[in-house]
């Protein structure tokens, strides 16, 4: 390595090991004695568990793909009535909370549920327990996540080249047969991209999972904590879900191979029109998915909020939305300016294998769940104290646990896996040939990055940012260990009051949080409408 | 360019934001700080009394127990918290075995709360009680057939008992109690008979509980009072009844909301206030009007609503060993398979 990439390369090298932190603090469990506890979990929980995880992963892993991909191909490949609205409505689900959607789906689909009343009363059907056996929670987590593969999807749908689906079509080949021959293997790169999101958050989650009393590995790793009290055995067990991350990411690199794709062209030609009852038929799907997945739930939010919003509404709320949007857009600019700086292209970089994996190593604090990367956090701050105790200096842990730079620092190794994903993805269509003009041209690497990379990545940063923003604005369990006096967001709202069976009240900040998630999207769209 | 200017201004409020770290509040000598598991609003109504009772003010911050016991430990003796206050009498006995407490045994506190229900040192004080008992279908059930905890593991409840996920604080304390009456043996055997009776999964929350019975998928349950008051107070003549389990034997099980004040309190006698004003009459009253609860102070009576539901023999096991035996408790849950 010449001595100029060993400049650049080690400034990177300290990012990246900075956003690790929560990871490295999780892993240093394993020096700890685990003992007895692990026993009792082998013999009675680990199995169930292991098994259930699996199958979940698997299903939710197929469900999000096949739907995410087939939406996306849709909105932009095929004219059918409705398309329009429905290419961007599809996107506010990411604005509801996971653990408001299971709520709601439980509240509507349980037996105790209107719909399963009416099919009991009207139809004279038997009830059944939707929370028993996997289909259901499945098809919750489909649901909830559909957009992330839907989003990848699209913008990768939208750079394929258009003559290469003319020339399928004038060989004769069906629609059908275009999207299973070319378009899919031209957008899998995308789409596992969009899958390794959703699986690793899937992982991570705990909301949903307790509203079904499902068990996952979560499920161990709350109870080795809150019933054994060994936050030791908690952080081992949550490093083996970095561990499994980890082996993801390294299948879809692997499945990705050397495929790269420098077409940042964006074509909006729709090479079908899909008339008469095909087209209605089309619109039936893609609405049905558009109102299980928003409207519906939206719809039962609203109804619970009208009744209560006079008793439920206060000045408070003022306080909880500033909060909520300053941490969630501070968070965002943050993360997406170091995803960036991770992600910008340079020869130095793309030589050394060893630093790309340290930079996918620090973006698996998203498989992380989000109180053991909060406690890791102080854990890590408790080891700098004791470092400057040693030598005489004081203790930061009392100055630094409920600060918001604590706070944003979490923000930023928990969401930075889907904020570099998003840049990564962008500075990968970037060729090299501009660093090669640009030294030839004898432009500094600053103005190269200034005026080249940053305004050809700007739709990575900014799909990034939107990501991370609505992530954060739903994130729980962090904020609520981390944040400073008086800093409670609508997430925390939301979850208080929930936790105490008040659902109806719950509804008026999570209407609060729909809302602002969609004038972020919307904003976020605004900004990057060149590009969409 | 116009994103470019964006990206950069959004880049300037996030150097604000984060440089504005420094101004961390500035702890006033009369504030009394409170870490709190005990959610925002059931707490700040009483505060508010207090500030306006005796001038003093209280500064919170929610969190869940686990997490809020963790960040004190680490925040040692330069903790900002003067009291942890929680719903549940393991989270009170844990945080004591942490050194997180102080003994504090002032002849008002000594008064006004039983015995059973506070640390046999003074580390922490029960303040509200709350009463996990028998729900029933009064459609379908006559209280004549309920009688205690065990009897739910009977074949006669065959799929007819719902109960809430193991993984709850109030089901971890209620088998703890168990295991402390019936021996562990005892406790296993009651319940697995309970997981045989299960007409669903466990649910996740009391309220689903009683909703599953009133849709008729069980006809009986194990609930919070609270829970139910609040129930019957939004839908008045739901066909649901409470009956009080073990009354010719332990009594029905009781859990607490509780505080105590922190070893490293830098305001302990703001703190030693406050705990004496929440076991005072009138902050008792507001714990029951506000969450349906049962008063600790037994000089207090029962909210009006709650008085209703009869007098109760309550199970005066201490709760400390509701603690000890909460890991116990949830090991046995957890070989038998009750998720």
Redesign the interface.
């Known amino acids: 390595m010449d001595r100029f990439c060993f400049k650049t390369n080690i400034w990177i090298v300290l990012l990246a090991l900075t956003v690790a932190t929560p990871i490295f603090v999780v892993a240093s469990a394993w020096l700890l004695p685990g003992g007895e506890l692990w026993t009792h979990f082998a013999q009675t929980l680990l199995t169930d568990l292991v098994i259930s995880t699996v199958i979940l992963l698997f299903g939710v892993g197929l469900g999000v793909s096949v739907l995410g991909a087939i939406l996306a191909y849709l909105v932009v490949m095929v004219e059918f009535p409705g398309r329009r609205w429905l290419e961007w409505a599809l996107f506010l689900p990411f604005a509801i909370p996971a653990y408001v959607l299971a709520f709601v789906y439980l509240g509507v689909f349980d037996y105790s549920g209107y719909a399963q009343v009416w099919m009991r009363e009207a139809l004279g059907l038997s009830g059944f327990d939707i929370r028993s056996g996997h289909w259901a929670i499945i098809l919750t987590f489909i649901l909830v996540f559909y957009p992330y593969v839907y989003m990848m999807a699209r913008a990768s749908f939208k750079r394929q080249k258009i003559h290469m689906i003319e020339a399928g079509k004038m060989l004769g080949a069906s629609p059908i047969r275009v999207f299973w021959k070319i378009s899919v293997p031209l957008a899998r790169p995308a789409i596992a991209a969009g899958l390794l999101v959703t699986l690793m958050e899937t992982l991570a989650d705990f909301g949903v999972v307790s509203l079904f009393n499902y068990s996952t590995f979560t499920t161990a790793i709350y109870s080795a904590w809150g019933d054994f009290r060994s936050i030791e055995v908690a952080a081992q067990l949550a490093s083996l879900l970095v561990l499994v991350a980890f082996f993801l990411i390294y299948f879809e690199r692997r499945a990705r191979g050397k495929a790269k794709y420098y077409s940042t062209d964006v074509s909006h030609i729709r090479p079908y029109t899909a008339n008469g009852w095909v087209g209605w038929l089309l619109f039936a799907f893609v609405f049905s998915v558009f109102m299980l997945s928003f409207a519906m739930p939206i719809l039962q939010i609203i109804i619970w909020s009208v009744d209560i919003f006079a008793k439920e509404w206060s000045g408070k709320y003022v306080s909880f939305f500033t909060s909520t949007a300053i941490l969630t857009l501070s968070a965002a600019a943050l993360t997406v300016t170091v995803a960036t700086v991770l992600a910008l292209p340079s020869r130095c970089k793309s030589k050394s294998r060893v630093l790309q994996t340290l930079i996918r190593f620090s973006t698996l604090g998203y498989a992380l769940p989000g109180s053991v990367m909060a406690v890791g956090l102080m854990y890590g701050v408790q080891n700098i104290s004791l470092i400057s105790e040693y030598f005489g200096g004081s203790s930061l842990n009392h100055f630094l646990f409920g600060s918001i730079a604590l706070l944003l620092f979490a923000y930023v190794s928990r969401f930075m896996a889907i904020a570099y994903n998003s840049t990564n993805a962008s500075s990968e269509q970037i060729k090299p040939v501009f660093e090669q003009s640009a030294r030839l041209l004898g432009a500094s690497r600053f103005r190269l990055i200034w005026q080249v990379y940053l305004p050809m990545m700007t739709p990575g940063i900014m799909a990034g940012a939107l990501l991370v923003a609505v992530d954060v604005m739903k994130e729980l369990p962090a904020t609520y260990l981390l944040r400073p006096f008086g800093w409670d967001t609508l997430a925390i709202r939301v979850y208080e009051l929930s936790a105490e069976g008040l659902f109806e009240r719950a509804a008026v900040p999570a209407l609060m949080m729909v809302v602002f998630g969609a004038v972020l999207m919307f904003a976020f769209n605004r900004l990057d409408s060149s590009q969409l | 360019m116009?994103?470019?200017r964006?990206?950069v201004s959004?880049?300037a409020?996030?150097t604000l934001?984060?440089g504005?770290?420094t101004l961390?509040?500035a702890a006033a000598d009369d504030v009394v700080?409170v870490y709190s598991s005990r959610?925002?609003?059931?707490i700040q109504p009483l505060f508010e009394q207090f500030t306006k009772d005796t001038g003093i003010e209280v500064?919170?911050?929610?969190?869940?127990g686990?997490?809020?016991i963790?960040?004190m430990k680490?925040?040692?003796n330069?903790?900002?918290a003067d009291m942890f206050m929680t719903v549940d009498a393991g989270d009170l006995w844990?945080a004591g075995t942490q050194d997180v407490f102080r003994s504090v045994l002032t002849d008002t506190l000594l008064n006004n709360i039983p015995s059973h229900l506070r640390d046999p040192e003074g580390l922490w004080m029960g303040l509200s009680v709350r009463a996990r008992t028998i729900v029933y279908s009064t459609e379908r059930v006559d209280p004549f057939e309920l009688s205690t905890y065990a009897d739910l593991a009977d074949d006669k409840w065959q799929g007819r008992l719902c109960l809430r996920?193991s993984?709850k604080i109030y089901t971890?304390s209620l088998v703890a109690s168990i295991v402390h009456n019936e021996g562990e043996e005892g406790a296993e055997a009651i319940v697995s008979g309970w997981v045989n009776n299960l007409?669903?999964?466990?649910?996740?929350?009391?309220?689903?509980v009683m909703?599953?019975i009133?849709?008729?998928?069980c006809d009986v349950g194990l609930v919070n009072t609270y829970?139910f008051g609040?129930l019957i107070e939004e839908t008045p003549g739901a066909p649901l009844s409470l009956f009080w389990a073990n009354q010719e034997t332990s009594g029905v099980h009781v859990n607490v909301s509780g505080a105590g004040v922190t070893k490293h309190a830098s305001n302990a006698e703001g703190a030693i206030q406050l705990l004496e004003w929440l076991s005072s009459a009138k902050a008792q009253a507001i714990y029951g009007s506000l969450n349906k609860e049962y008063p600790a102070n037994q000089s207090v009576a029962s909210d009006e609503v709650v008085s209703a539901w009869g007098a109760f023999k309550q199970d005066d096991m201490n709760l400390a060993i509701a603690g000890i035996l909460?890991?116990d408790a949830?090991?046995l849950m957890?070989?038998i398979?009750y998720?």
């Open positions: 116009l994103t470019k964006i990206i959004i880049l409020l996030a934001v984060v504005s770290i961390i509040q700080t959610k925002e609003h059931l500064n919170y911050l929610t969190g869940k686990g997490d809020l963790e960040r680490l925040e040692g330069n903790t900002p844990y996920t993984k971890k007409a669903a999964t466990p649910n996740a929350k009391d309220s689903h909703n599953a009133l849709a008729g998928q829970y609040r909460q890991a949830v090991a957890q070989r398979g998720k």
